[in-house]
Every structure is written in structure tokens, then in C-alpha cells.
T-cell receptor, first 111, second 114 residues
Framework: AQRVTQPEKLLSVFKGAPVELKCNYSYSGSPELFWYVQYSRQRLQLLLRHISRESIKGFTADLNKGETSFHLKKPFAQEEDSAMYYCALIDSGAGSYQLTFGKGTKLSVIP | DGGITQSPKYLFRKEGQNVTLSCEQNLNHDAMYWYRQDPGQGLRLIYYSQIVNDFQKGDIAEGYSVSREKKESFPLTVTSAQKNPTAFYLC?????????????FGPGTRLTVL
């Protein structure tokens, strides 16, 4: 079964410092990976997906199949980045598009 | 805001009672999902439905039941068989297509069983 691991429950960085939220996965097929974010008092929402190779709000994530990682990075953290971040993997091979989530990392950006 | 609505926001029930959580979407999405969110556990899939009148068990379906009689509605019943029902429940929907599988989430329902 697929698994998504986010090793850090909490990550605190100073404003302007680089951010890296770690995500490792185990999956036998060809994975589709996502980062979802939940800001305070807001709904969980998609931040970015690896297949789009996009940068959203300054965040990027590169799929490294050799290391089975999909770390989320931003060169300069902003206070508004403080939120709960979830890495997720979709099991497209099963034809059901179920999402398997990691346990999440709470990012706190210190002013 | 519209999209996906869940009601109520907070729900209290006595132990041993069944309770039904509502989830409605006006996004014309085929697929709908129920997750349970516990502190330190992330989101775990309870049930999902890819099309009307069809649904599948997720990872933690025991003690829960669902129905999908209409495209826009996917209610979840937490039965008395669920051993630890107190949790935050999230509903989501998606197009359910390979090229468009972004999930949109509702605001959630916090269930407390006394």
C-alpha cells in the first residue's frame, strides 16, 4: 500500500528564511503527488501538483523518484505562509483517484 | 461561499446514537469523498463515490455508512458501531477524471460524542 511520510509535525522559520517541508512516499507505480494547504480558519485547498510543474505563492516542489521525495520549498518565507501543509499521493493506477495524505506539517513563520 | 457545504458545523450526540452528517456540492462533480481528520493523524479516507448510486469503502469504513442517491449529495452516517466517533469530518468532491482530479473540500463538521 502507498504511504506518505511527513517527518516534521512542526516547522518554525523566521520571515525571509528559506523553507523546506519534507515529504517522502512509498508507491510501487507512477505516482501523482500534491501539496494541500490549510490556512487558519480556511478550507483545505490544493497548493500545487507535481504534474503541473508550477510555482504557486512562491512555492515549488520537485518529484525525485530516486529518493521518493516531493519536498516543498520556498526561498523566502512570509508570515502569510503560516499554515498546515499536507503532502498527498493519488493512486491513479486503481482507477479511483483516492488521495493518501501524510500526517501534515504545521509551518510557523516567525516575524 | 458555495461549492461544497457541510452541515452542521458542530454536532453533539450521545453515545450509542447514530448521526448523519450532510455534504452537498454544486460543482457538478462526479466524485465525492469523506475523510476523518484527527490531530497528528492527517486525513484518512472513510468512503468515496465516483458516481451516483455507487460508493466504495476507504481505509477506515468500519462503523460508517453512506449513500449517493443524488449527484450533489453524499451524506455520511456515523453509527453506534464506530468505536471512536469524536473527530473532525471533511467532505470533498472532484471531477474524478485523470486530467482533473483536484479535490475541493468543505468546511468540515466537528462531531463530539458524549
Amino acid at each position: 500500500a502507498q504511504r506518505v511520510t511527513q517527518p516534521e509535525k512542526l516547522l518554525s522559520v523566521f520571515k525571509g528564511a528559506p523553507v523546506e517541508l519534507k515529504c517522502n512516499y512509498s508507491y510501487s507505480g507512477s505516482p501523482e503527488l500534491f501539496w494541500y494547504v490549510q490556512y487558519s480558519r480556511q478550507r483545505l485547498q490544493l497548493l500545487l501538483r507535481h504534474i503541473s510543474r508550477e510555482s504557486i505563492k512562491g512555492f515549488t516542489a520537485d518529484l525525485n523518484k530516486g529518493e521518493t521525495s516531493f519536498h516543498l520549498k520556498k526561498p523566502f518565507a512570509q508570515e502569510e505562509d503560516s499554515a498546515m501543509y499536507y503532502c498527498a499521493l493519488i493512486d491513479s493506477g486503481a482507477g479511483s483517484y483516492q488521495l493518501t495524505f501524510g500526517k501534515g506539517t504545521k509551518l510557523s513563520v516567525i516575524p | 461561499d458555495g461549492g461544497i457545504t457541510q452541515s452542521p458545523k458542530y454536532l453533539f450526540r450521545k453515545e450509542g446514537q447514530n448521526v448523519t452528517l450532510s455534504c452537498e456540492q454544486n460543482l457538478n462533480h462526479d466524485a465525492m469523498y469523506w475523510y476523518r481528520q484527527d490531530p497528528g493523524q492527517g486525513l484518512r479516507l472513510i468512503y468515496y463515490s465516483q458516481i451516483v448510486n455507487d460508493f466504495q469503502k476507504g481505509d477506515i469504513a468500519e462503523g460508517y455508512s453512506v449513500s449517493r442517491e443524488k449527484k450533489e449529495s453524499f451524506p455520511l452516517t456515523v453509527t453506534s458501531a464506530q468505536k471512536n466517533p469524536t473527530a473532525f469530518y471533511l467532505c470533498a468532491s472532484s471531477m474524478g477524471l485523470p486530467w482533473d482530479n483536484e479535490q475541493f473540500f468543505g468546511p468540515g463538521t466537528r462531531l463530539t460524542v458524549l
